[in-house]
């Protein structure tokens, strides 16, 4: 194994998103994984049926522990449900991590539309966890909210991504899944300039966790030394081919097939 990725996110019990995801996409691509939960949901692939929030100091507790002992090559947090979540993760993130990049995944609804981000955590995380960030990776909803700004084409999210990399970001990559059309758009922005990446769409109802996935397989990258540009290629790559081999479980929306990588074993 190569790289440390300590994940900061929420449990799924249903496997498909959140820390379990990130677990899943961080060694099928080689890294290692470490985890702080910040929350344990009820959940299937229909939808979020509970939450049970991870008290605050004991995730402080969590990430220290890991950090002191392990370490990190990079981390990257999910679902930080409240603003005392975001306060504690950019507390240790400065007292014990402050040159590990930070992948930030701005997760605020499920895909089911349960809400996963208290409203007064908006500035929370804008003021606290995005100047930190070396990446955020929001979708069109979540980058519609942080940038207080409609979302409705490829051109709209070019000039989004420029607003949210002002807001303290070292790297924007904005996810145009929710757009309608047969291509999907990602939009990468940085201070050295703008990049699109596009693919055709897949016609699939297996997308649960696919942020949760494509942020931690762009977090193993980073901590494995590879650029921002060629992180990002190489997990968009892993996503598609996970959402094209997904196994089909569920009545709702299914997972992906984070094993797509790993060889049978004898």
Do not use: W
């Given at each position: ?21 990130d ?15 910040t ?69 605020m ?6 809400p ?6 908006r ?41 949210l ?25 940085t ?22 996935t ?53």
């Amino acid at each position: 194994m190569q790289g440390r990725v300590l994940i900061v996110a929420g449990s799924d019990s249903g496997g498909g998103a959140g820390i379990q995801a990130d677990l899943k996409a961080v060694t099928a691509l080689g890294a290692f994984g470490a985890t702080a939960i910040t929350a344990l949901t009820a959940q299937n692939t229909r939808g979020v049926f509970g939450v049970f929030p991870v008290p605050p100091a004991f995730l402080a507790q969590q990430m220290s522990l890991v950090l002191e002992d392990i370490g990190a090559d990079a981390i990257k947090t999910g679902m930080l449900h409240s603003a005392e979540v975001i306060d504690v993760v950019a507390d240790v993130h400065e007292r014990l991590a402050k040159d590990v990049p930070l992948v930030v995944d701005p997760v605020m609804v499920a895909k089911g539309g349960a809400p996963l981000l208290l409203p007064e955590a908006r500035e929370a995380l804008i003021g606290r966890l995005l100047p930190r960030a070396t990446l955020i990776t929001p979708n069109v909803p979540e980058a519609e909210v942080l940038a207080g700004q409609t979302i409705d084409s490829v051109s709209a999210m070019r000039r989004v991504a420029s607003a949210l990399l002002a807001l303290g970001p070292k790297a924007v990559l904005l996810k145009g899944g929710h757009l309608e059309g047969a291509k999907v758009t990602d939009v990468l922005v940085t201070a050295s300039g703008e990049r699109l990446f596009e693919d055709d769409r897949i016609e699939t109802t297996s997308t649960h966790g696919t942020g949760c996935t494509l942020a931690s397989a762009i977090a193993a990258g980073i901590a494995q030394g590879l650029g921002m540009e060629a992180a990002i290629t190489r997990a968009r790559r892993y996503l598609r081919l996970a959402i094209l081999k997904a196994p089909g479980l569920g009545h709702g929306h299914g997972p992906l097939n984070h094993a797509v990588t790993v060889a049978p074993f004898d």
